[in-house]
């Protein structure tokens, strides 16, 4: 007898779940998916990116679930998101007021203007950064993550994740070097 998801050991397949499955899993617990996560975020936004990332995870990773507790795989996967995004706001949240005040601690005006100026340069270059090594710089910089738990969430050997990360801030180093003061 087959199972929901399409296998008849009982086991899952070795590959991603099934597009449609996902699909009636939205159906059938998005709201209600929704509804929990709102309640551990408290921003109706976040919580519908927050869903959309867990479904993301559940066509990718859906299938290392047994059938019968997709459900419930699915809101804890929902519930690690929730609270992911909510260390990163709270994250968000506390550089703002740091970063206001030494730009406000400033007894020069035009100190604020310099250092607003130096970070939009830092903003374009970063820009300029392949993605293999921007992901790393931002997942360090603005979500505060070790680079243990950057490579343990991308997959990747943390020597790999050092590398792009040194490679990233040499090429950050050279086009910014004038301007900051290197």
């Known amino acids: 007898m087959a199972d929901d998801l399409g296998e008849e050991s009982g086991r899952p397949p070795e590959s991603t779940l099934d597009p449609a499955r996902v699909a009636a899993l939205y159906v059938d617990h998005g709201q209600e998916l929704r509804r929990f996560v709102l309640g551990v975020v408290r921003d ?3 919580a519908a990116d927050v869903v959309q990332a867990a479904f993301v995870k559940c066509l990718e990773r859906g299938h290392e679930a047994r059938a019968e507790s997709l459900k419930g795989w699915l809101f804890r996967v929902a519930y ?3 609270l992911a995004a909510r260390r990163r706001q709270a994250t968000r949240d506390s ?9 406000h601690a400033s007894h020069r005006p035009e100190e604020g203007l310099v250092r607003g100026e130096v970070a939009e340069s830092v903003r ?5 950064l392949p993605y293999e090594q921007r992901f790393i ?3 360090r910089i603005q ?4 680079f243990a738990a950057i490579a343990r969430e991308h997959g990747l050997p943390l020597g790999t994740v050092l590398t792009r990360m040194r490679r990233a801030l040499a090429r950050l180093r050279t086009a910014l070097g004038p301007e900051i003061g290197d």
Do not use: G, I, Q
């Not at 550089?95 to 730009?103: D, E, F, G, K, Q």
């Not at 374009?124 to 300029?128: A, D, G, I, M």
């Not at 979500?143 to 070790?146: G, I, L, P, S, Y």
């Open 137 to 139: 710089v931002m997942a």
């Open 143 to 146: 979500e505060d993550k070790t």
């Open 124 to 128: 374009k270059v970063l820009e300029t």
């Open 44 to 46: 109706a936004d976040l």
């Open 95 to 103: 550089a703002l007021p740091r970063l206001a005040s030494r730009t």
């Open 80 to 82: 690690h998101e929730a």
